[in-house]
């Protein structure tokens, strides 16, 4: 996967920041800290992992089931695989 060795650096600053909200999250519920600024943290979290997905998936997208040459078979089995990945995603 040429896009995540090339973004490496950015991909894992994204998934630091995530682990440092985690962090943060459970400091807090050690800490009792009020509902409302649980679930603040909680959306933030959820909005960082969901720009991480979105940056690997176009990066995927781009690289792999756009990616010139594939045959008819080849891009299908991408479309398939990105599908199943958004489905478990969604839930």
Not at 8 to 35: F, H, M, N, P, Y
Not at 82 to 88: C, F, G, H, P, T
């Amino acid at each position: 996967m040429a896009h995540t060795i090339t973004g490496r650096k950015r991909l894992l600053a994204r998934v630091r920041r995530i682990q440092g909200q985690a962090s943060a999250l459970e400091k807090a519920l050690t800490d009792g800290t009020e509902c409302a600024a649980l679930l603040q943290q909680i959306a933030a979290i959820r909005g960082a992992t969901n720009g991480l997905m979105a940056e690997v998936l176009d990066g995927h997208l781009r690289e792999h089931v756009g990616a010139e040459g594939l045959s008819a078979g080849e891009r299908e089995r991408e479309l398939d695989q990105i599908a199943a990945v958004l489905r478990s995603y969604l839930k």
